[in-house]
C-alpha cells in the first residue's frame, strides 16, 4: 500500500472512531465491529462490520450503519460510501436500506414505528445520563461542592479547570447537552428540569442503571464477539463480572432481539 493510501485508511478509521454503538456508547472501532475497510481508485470507501450476535436488533444495527456512511462521507475527499453489516438475520434490509439512502422506518416498513431521528434520540439521551453521571461522580470526587456545580451554566463548565481525565468527560458529556432543553444549567435531567443539590445523591443512583446496564451489555458483546469470531478488541477497559453488578443492586438487562429496542 502506498502512503497516501495508508493515510487515507487512518483518515476513515479515525472518522468511524467518532461512531459509537448507541447502547453502550463505546467507539465501534475500539469494540471491534469494523472488520474491513478498503478505498477504490475513484476514491470510493467500501466498510464491512459485524455484531456480536446475528440477531442484534435492527434499529440499533441501521443507525450504526447509518453514522459510519455519514461519517465516511464528511471526508472531503470521498466520492461514494458502501456500508455492507455482513451475518445479520436483516443482512438484506439493512445493507439495501443504507445503500438507497432509505430511512429506518422506509427499510421496515412493516415492522418499525420510529425513524432514525427518534431512535438516535433515544439513544442519544441514554448516553447523556451516562456521561452525566461520570462527569458529576469525578467532580464529586475532587472535592467540588455540589450546590456550586449544580449553579455552573454551559459556559461556567467549559471555563472551568479540570485534570485530564476531567477534561475528557467534560467534552464528552458537552456533546450530548444539547440533546436537552429548557435550563441554560450545565447539570439538567433528560427533561430539562433542574437537579436538586439535597436530592443530588438519589439522582445520582437513578441514573447510574443507565450504566450500569451499558457496561453489563459491554462486556456481553465482547465476549460474545469473541465467542463468534475467536477475536477480541484492542484497548478494552476491564470487563465487570456478573458479581459486580450484584453488589450495586441493579439487575442487568440483557440484549433483545426486538426490531425497535436492542
Known amino acids: 500500500m502506498t502512503d497516501r493510501g495508508q493515510v487515507r485508511i487512518d483518515a476513515v478509521r479515525a472518522a468511524l472512531d467518532q461512531v459509537t454503538d ?8 475500539e469494540l471491534g465491529f ?24 435492527a434499529n440499533f444495527s441501521y443507525l450504526m450503519a447509518a453514522d459510519m456512511r455519514d461519517a465516511v462521507l464528511s471526508l472531503p475527499w470521498v466520492t461514494r460510501a458502501s456500508i455492507r453489516l455482513d451475518e445479520h438475520m436483516f443482512i438484506a434490509e439493512i445493507n439495501d436500506g443504507i445503500a438507497q439512502g432509505k430511512d429506518f ?21 441514554k448516553s447523556f445520563e451516562r456521561r452525566q453521571e461520570a462527569l458529576l461522580r469525578h467532580m464529586l470526587s475532587l472535592g467540588h461542592d455540589p450546590v456550586a456545580i449544580l449553579d455552573l451554566d454551559v459556559s461556567g463548565l467549559e471555563r472551568l479547570a479540570f485534570d485530564d481525565e476531567g477534561i475528557v468527560l467534560r467534552m464528552r458529556y458537552l456533546v450530548r447537552r444539547p440533546l436537552t ?3 441554560p444549567s450545565a447539570f439538567v435531567t433528560r ?3 433542574p437537579i436538586m443539590p439535597e436530592t443530588l445523591h438519589v439522582y445520582l443512583r437513578h441514573i447510574r442503571r443507565v450504566g450500569l446496564n451499558a457496561e453489563f451489555n459491554g462486556a456481553l458483546c465482547r465476549g460474545l ?18 458479581a459486580d453488578f450484584m453488589r450495586q443492586g441493579q439487575a442487568p438487562r440483557p440484549h433483545g432481539t426486538d426490531i425497535r429496542r436492542r
Not at 34 to 53: C, E, K, Q, S, Y
Not at 107 to 123: G, M, Q, V, Y
Open 105 to 125: 422506518a422506509e427499510a421496515f416498513p412493516t415492522e418499525a414505528s420510529d425513524d432514525l431521528a427518534s431512535i438516535r434520540l433515544h439513544f442519544g439521551l
Open 22 to 29: 448507541p447502547e453502550l456508547d463505546e467507539s465501534v472501532v
Open 34 to 57: 469494523v472488520i474491513a475497510i478498503d478505498i477504490t481508485d475513484d476514491d470510493g470507501v467500501n466498510v464491512d462490520f459485524r455484531l456480536p450476535t446475528y440477531w442484534c436488533a
Open 225 to 242: 464477539l469473541a465467542a463468534r469470531y475467536g477475536t477480541t478488541s484492542a484497548a478494552l477497559p476491564p470487563e465487570p463480572g456478573l
Open 181 to 183: 432543553h429548557g435550563l
Open 191 to 193: 427533561a430539562g428540569e
